[in-house]
């Protein structure tokens, strides 16, 4: 009988039936979660359409903190809980785990159809931690630790650094406008986060993410464009920060669904002179690759198949 798998993010899940003997689907389904009132309500509409078998236990990735297998969705406020979802779907077993857990876990199986290369070397210190950065609804950060351990964390919540005056001055603004605490993610490195950084230059605050995202990486707005280069500089700064509270020897790898609609604007700019512009380290970080991940929808499925197949 085949394993349900499952990404809940805070717009949309994607969903596929792991088979056993056969290769994971791809792409998996994707579906908008405005349509439905809780977790329960969108996994169960989607499995009711399904042919065939229905699976025996699940893997669920989602976007929030897991603890004692449950979460709140951070940027939808769903509770996902395995034991009620177990019970409510008629499933032997539900485990739920971090969505960039899930990343994480497919790390060291991804190969170069999968990556644009964004810098450094083409390959990292063998046996090194590796870690993962995604900008989306939300900021996702977690690490593979060899040789088979993941670490999700809740990076993207700590504090949004800057890297010059000019940056210092814009997190000021966004300081009062947020109404003190700038993370990272509320202040650059998200939909949201694009928003901010938009309406601070001096934007217009009704323009959304996707608007502000193609007329920046297309150089139709100059406002747009002033936007998506600060948006690059500072993922290149935060992801290395993550490198060295990670030890992330391996290489770190940009997710998330906003790098992967620009991932030329990414490859062409100042994006890696901030990832290693580190002062005294960054000898340090100069050995380090990074990576984009150029289907992180498929990437988070592979992680989830990896953690089906475990014991």
Sequence with gaps: MPVLLADI????????LLHPGRALPRPAERVPLDGFAD???????WLAAQPGPRPRAAVLAVAGPVAANRAVLT???WVV????????????AVRVVNDFAALAWALPVLGAADLLHLGGPAAGEAGAAMSVVGPGTGLGVAAFLPPDGVLATEGGHAALAAGDAREG???ETLRERLGGHVSVERGALSGPGIEALHAALGGDPERDCPAILQDGITGADPRCAEVMTLFSDLLGAFAGDVALLHGARS?????GGIPARMPEFLAASTFRARFEAKGRFRDWLAPVPTWLIRDPDAAAMRGLAVLARRP
């Design 75 to 77: 940027n939808r406020g």
């Design 9 to 16: 993010g805070g717009s949309n899940a994607r969903f596929a």
């Design 169 to 171: 001055a814009l997190i």
């Design 251 to 255: 290489g770190v790898f940009i997710a």
């Design 81 to 92: 809980d395995g034991a009620t979802l177990a019970a409510a779907l008629e499933l032997s």
């Design 39 to 45: 977790a329960v309500s969108a996994i169960g509409g």
